[in-house]
């Protein structure tokens, strides 16, 4: 079966760095996406990765390994509007979307 | 562009009431989908359209119709409403960016099934 693992939550401090984790078993991969979701809205796009290494974004990174079945998404000088869900999702062989259950980051002060 | 619009915002139902979940996106994007979201699990995929006229089933389509007669409508029908169907509902539509196909998501439709 196909199978995308993340934390189910995680906490960190305003102004640090946080690196979520995800990894997965599909049958194929075309690519990795990255969504924030925060409370209550939908789902928004962060990044897309499609080849192996890092791909930086303002405050926000995601490394991929396609021979680990591993990404992840660094998120650096953490505000308090980071505090959100984090969703991976992977595109199989079939072009459709497998996606994990989220991560939900909390960021005290 | 007012982006993806989905209504009712929430909805109340009693089982075995149909009803029909509202989508419309004008940024003329081909493909359109509808997923639905539970505590715990990834968006799963209900149905999906690559097109005017051209609909398919995702993974979880048991219990739920769509149509697609124009590029902006795309129409999520519940047939028979089960508690097994309470959920948020979200509606995408797709676009083409550095060679990846990105979700836009409407603000999503909250169902209670009594």
């Known amino acids: 079966g196909q199978n995308i693992d993340q934390p189910t939550e995680m906490t960190a401090t305003e102004g640090a760095i946080v690196q979520i984790n995800c990894t997965y078993q599909?049958?194929?991969?075309?690519?990795l996406f990255w969504y924030q979701q925060h409370a209550g809205e939908a789902p928004t796009f962060l990044s897309y990765?499609?080849l192996d290494g890092l791909e930086e974004k303002g405050r926000f990174s995601s490394f991929l390994s396609r021979s680990k079945g591993y990404s992840y998404l660094l998120l650096k000088e953490l505000q308090m509007k980071d505090s959100a869900s984090y969703l991976c999702?992977?595109?199989?062989?079939?072009?459709?979307?497998?996606w994990g259950a989220g991560t939900k980051l909390i960021i005290k002060p | 562009n007012a982006g993806v619009t989905q209504t009712p915002k929430f909805q109340v139902l009693k089982t075995g009431q149909s009803m029909t979940l509202q989508c419309a996106q004008d940024?003329?994007?081909?493909?359109m989908s509808w997923y639905r979201q539970d505590p715990g699990m990834g968006l799963r995929l209900i149905h999906y359209?690559?097109?005017?006229?051209?609909?398919d089933q995702g993974e979880v389509p048991n219990g739920y119709n769509v149509s697609r007669s124009t590029t902006e409508d795309f129409p999520l029908r519940l047939l028979s409403a089960a508690p097994s169907q309470t959920s948020v509902y979200f509606c995408?539509?797709?676009?083409?960016?550095?060679?990846?196909?990105?979700?836009?998501f409407g603000a999503g439709s909250r169902l209670t099934v009594l």
């Open positions: 995408a539509s797709s676009y083409r960016v550095s060679g990846a196909n990105v979700l836009t």
């Open positions: 940024m003329n994007h081909e493909y």
């Open positions: 359209s690559v097109g005017a006229g051209i609909t």
């Open positions: 599909t049958s194929g991969f075309n690519g």
């Open positions: 990765n499609v």
């Open positions: 999702a992977v595109r199989d062989s079939n072009y459709q979307l497998i």
